[in-house]
């Protein structure tokens, strides 16, 4: 009769399942929408997609693991998010970052910071990529709110008939509208004609 000492093994079984129930965890309760995808092509459907990507997309869990990533990108992304993806398939790079737009089941777009990373194989070859989608619409919303409320400001102080500067600590100037500099430039050029001497 042969005994074995199955201790350690089943040790590491149970540190096996626990891990494995960590991981479940983080993934299907994170903050932001998480997806699992082979790294052959970005065309192949997801193989997992947490809570949040399915209420951030208005799938169903089932629906989404039919579909890919180009399913929900539109068609004009820029070629670098395709460069990108190319780049970690050849083992250039193993994670990268963007923000670019997708499309929900109700067709509306949503900006999302993008962070995909590859998981490789055994044998270190790229196997798998883990994309995080955070929806960053709101803040794209007020920067475009802002960026709309500068150029109008920018518009009433350009063409307001009265001189409107801003000088620095050290006394120069550091802002002036167009009315101010036609004023600068028209004393400059009286000071220096031979007609405005004494």
């Known amino acids: 009769m042969i005994a074995n000492d199955i201790t350690a093994l089943l040790k590491a079984e149970a540190a096996s399942r626990e891990d494995e129930a960590r991981f479940h965890a983080v993934f299907h309760h994170a903050g932001v929408g998480i997806t699992l995808r082979p790294a052959a092509d970005r065309r192949l459907p997801w193989t997992a997609v947490n809570d949040k990507f399915c209420e951030m997309m208005g799938y169903s869990r ?44 109700s067709g509306r777009l949503l900006w999302v910071f993008l962070s995909v990373t590859v998981l490789p194989d055994d044998q270190g070859r ?39 500067f801003v000088k620095n600590e050290q006394n120069r100037l550091v802002f002036v509208n167009q009315f101010t500099a036609q004023e600068h430039d028209r004393n400059r050029a009286r000071c220096w004609s031979p007609l405005s001497r004494p």
């Open 62 to 105: 089932e629906e989404l693991l039919r579909m890919s990533t180009a399913d929900i990108t539109p068609p004009e992304e820029p070629d670098s998010a395709i460069q990108d993806n190319r780049r970690m398939l050849s083992g250039d790079i193993y994670h990268y970052t963007r923000e670019k737009q997708i499309i929900c089941k």
């Open 126 to 164: 790229p196997h798998q990529l883990v994309s995080t989608y955070q929806d960053i619409t709101e803040r794209k919303r007020a920067e475009a709110a802002l960026a709309d409320a500068k150029n109008f400001l920018q518009l009433v102080v350009d063409t307001s008939p009265s001189m409107i």
